[in-house]
């Protein structure tokens, strides 16, 4: 059986993670242009208005604040616990939601609407082809 | 158009059935609510059948193949949490619009253990644990914390509700469990995702549900008026949109959204209610869907469980049957065992655990993707 080719350079772990030839990566957004949400990766038709024809591409900031977190101590085998699964609203429209590290994973050290700084690590993962991918995550920003 | 009533519903003890199928399972809830009814299978003029697991392979007319083959049409739904209230209501809306006088809705469920949730997304790699955590009990976590949040929300108000509805449900013969689990137990379990404890979330089990619906003229004709339950609204909506609904699923829009709608149709409102069966799928849920029903004003849920408002003997006792987190979820089949539980208590034969007076009831249940499923049920006679 012929051995499937590994990527040169690190996968997006989701398709909205965008990594520009020779640019930092980034997380692009649609915009509607009619009534102005935006939403994570492509779409068509803007599901809060309905608005066709009025999506457009946006990079999406790299900062934001907590909107809200919690601490996951039981997971399935293999991942390794505990970590934050955090809710952040990003500076300028978009919601996402990531593992926030760099911080000790208690209920006590975390505290809502604290800024956080998107930031784009490897993955720790590959996959069955063994393709390393490039996540991103959140860090405290200060 | 007919009003509708329940005039037969029962449900099996959950449990966990390994070595019996799941047309099996459902089939024994079948014939149990046909007998409260004292009709037959000959009677039934359609059946509505929900479950999620086996979704696509013909649960509906396996069970027919158990309980007798009429030929009558067989509708398989499935809605996540919200499916057995969806098989349900797709039966109501039959009979209302004259279709049918008598159908009989079927929920039914076999559930492995451990974890649901946390697929991952497209992508190459799995995503739970990397992106933050897709788990039911994370994603009830973010529930509870968007509470704790706004209104400062305790983990022991949280705890309390698991507190509450383990004791309603050692009055509970049919629920899973029937054990008692005091405050500290509740608190110092395994944590899973912060607020929820182990004994904070709902127990996945095997079991099934079933109703016959009537119309009015029906049930007049076969005199079956005296242990009737009038089904005064059926409401389902989906999720509208809302900001973060696609990161964080909304369970309070889509909650309030049909509780306006059934209060609307049934033409009285949350104080006119004197028990609810509601989502308790996490203990952190019940607190916010407090809310989303009318139970209390916004920010007051933990006020609710603290003051003992929604245990048996409140103003308005909530998941009498023990809930979801102790009775247990078999999903298809929840959103029909509610209303035999609900109905059980306005026919007045709810034993220990009966709600004094009860002329009214609610149940609900929402399905992640979203669906929500409310039924206003009143006692006839």
């Known amino acids: 059986m012929p051995e499937a080719e590994v990527a040169a350079k690190p996968l997006p772990v989701v398709p909205y993670l965008k990594i520009p030839e020779g640019a930092d990566p980034y997380l692009e957004g649609y915009k509607c242009g009619a009534c102005g949400e935006v939403f994570l990766g492509e779409r068509l038709v803007c599901a809060a208005c309905g608005a ?58 975390i505290k809502f609407d604290m800024p956080v700084k998107v930031v784009f690590r490897d993955a720790g993962r590959k996959d069955k082809d063994g393709n390393s991918y490039l996540a991103y995550f959140f860090t405290p920003a200060n | 158009m007919t009003e509708v009533y329940v005039v037969g519903v029962d449900m099996i003890k959950f449990g966990r059935f390994p070595d019996r199928s799941v ?110 955590s897709g788990t039911m009990p994370s994603v009830f976590a973010h529930v509870g914390m968007e509470h704790t949040r706004n209104y400062g929300t305790t983990f022991e108000q949280f705890a309390k509700v698991s507190v509450k509805n383990h004791h309603h ?87 309030r959204l049909a509780a306006k709608a059934a209060y609307e149709q049934a033409g009285l409102g949350p104080e006119d209610v004197n028990l609810v069966e509601l989502h308790d799928c996490f203990a952190t849920a019940e607190i916010v869907h407090y809310e989303n029903l009318g139970l209390c004003a916004d920010g007051e849920g933990g006020r609710l469980i603290d003051e003992g408002v929604t245990a048996l003997g409140g103003k308005v006792p909530v998941n009498v049957s023990g809930g979801l987190l102790s009775k247990g979820h078999p999903l298809g089949a929840t959103g029909i065992a509610n209303i035999y539980e609900i109905t059980t208590h306005l026919r007045g034969e709810a034993g220990a655990r009966q709600v004094e007076g009860a002329r009214i009831g609610l149940t609900h249940v929402v399905g992640m993707g979203s669906a929500c499923a409310i039924h206003v049920l009143e006692k006839v006679n």
């Open chain 2, 23 to 132: 047309p099996n399972i459902g089939a024994e809830a079948a014939l149990m609510a046909l007998d409260d009814a004292g009709l037959t299978i000959q009677d039934m003029q359609a059946l509505y059948c929900g479950n999620l697991g086996q979704a696509g392979a013909m649960v509906g007319q396996r069970v027919l193949q158990e309980i007798g083959q009429t030929g009558i049409p067989v509708v398989n739904v499935a809605n996540a949490c919200a499916t057995g209230a969806t098989a349900f209501r797709e039966g109501f809306m039959a009979i209302k619009a004259g279709v049918y006088d008598t159908v009989l809705a079927v929920g039914v469920e076999q559930m492995g253990k451990g974890l649901l949730g946390g697929g991952g997304g497209g992508s190459g790699i799995p995503t739970e644990g990397l992106l933050g």
């Open chain 2, 169 to 255: 449900s050692t009055l509970n013969p049919k629920a899973m469990y029937q054990i008692e689990t005091p405050l500290q137990e509740v608190m110092g379990a395994e944590m899973i995702s912060y607020p929820n404890t182990k004994l904070m979330c709902s127990v996945n089990v095997d079991g099934s549900a079933a109703a016959v619906l009537m119309s009015e003229k029906k049930v007049r004709e076969k005199g079956l008026m005296s242990r009737a339950v009038r089904v005064r609204a059926s409401a389902m909506t989906s999720d509208p949109y809302t900001p973060r609904n696609m990161v964080m699923p909304d369970f309070n829009a889509v909650t």
């Open chain 1, 52 to 109: 066709r024809g009025k999506m457009a591409a946006t990079k999406l900031a790299d900062t934001g604040k907590l909107y809200n977190f919690t601490v996951v101590h039981r997971n399935f085998p293999g991942v390794p616990v505990p970590f934050i699964s955090a809710i952040v609203d990003l500076d300028g429209g978009g919601t996402l939601k990531g593992n926030l590290v760099d911080i000790v994973p208690s209920v006590e050290a």
